[in-house]
């Protein structure tokens, strides 16, 4: 078994690596949407969503640079061009949304889709000992946890 520079599997890290660069995809198209939400959105609820969706899109972007951070320190290199988001992002690309509530339920769907493969790469981030993966999942997925509950209580679910 060969070992990287920071001791984990080579193999079991560039398995991590390619995780990680496939949440990286959906956490750039998941940001963009977000970015056009806080630019188009109208309606009674204006001013709360613009900044709510602004909040959203500031630790979108510290998530993104942590998880390109991240496949660096695993030895491998982050995507970096939309063309490749958008192959590999489950997360579809939305357009002109200017309403509060669709803004909203596609945050929740994308949460979903975020928290779904951020479980899956604390597993095999647990499998491969790779405690800095491990934790990075951890955090992210106690976070948005709570941020999909107050978001869909917003939605009257």
């Not at 970015?35 to 500031?58: A, P, S, V």
């Not at 998530?63 to 982050?78: M, N, Q, S, Y």
């Not at 499998?127 to 939605?155: C, F, H, P």
């Amino acid at each position: 078994m060969s070992k990287n520079f920071i001791g984990l599997d080579k193999g079991k890290a560039e398995k991590l690596a390619d995780s990680l660069n496939d949440l990286l995809s959906n956490y750039q198209i998941f940001y963009m949407n977000v970015r056009g939400y806080h630019w188009n959105i109208k309606g009674d609820n204006f001013f709360e969503l613009h900044l709510k969706f602004e909040e959203l899109y500031d630790d979108l972007l510290l998530k993104i640079d942590e998880i390109a951070e991240r496949v660096l320190t695993l030895g491998h290199r982050p995507s970096h061009a939309y063309s490749s988001y958008i192959e590999r992002s489950e997360i579809p690309e939305q357009k002109d949304v200017a309403d509060g509530k669709t803004a909203m339920a596609n945050i929740v769907d994308s949460f979903a889709k975020l928290i779904g493969k951020q479980r899956d790469l604390l597993n095999l981030a647990g499998e491969a000992n790779d405690e800095g993966t491990v934790a990075l999942m951890s955090d992210y997925i106690s976070q948005q946890e709570k941020t999909v509950w107050m978001y869909r209580s917003y939605l009257g679910h």
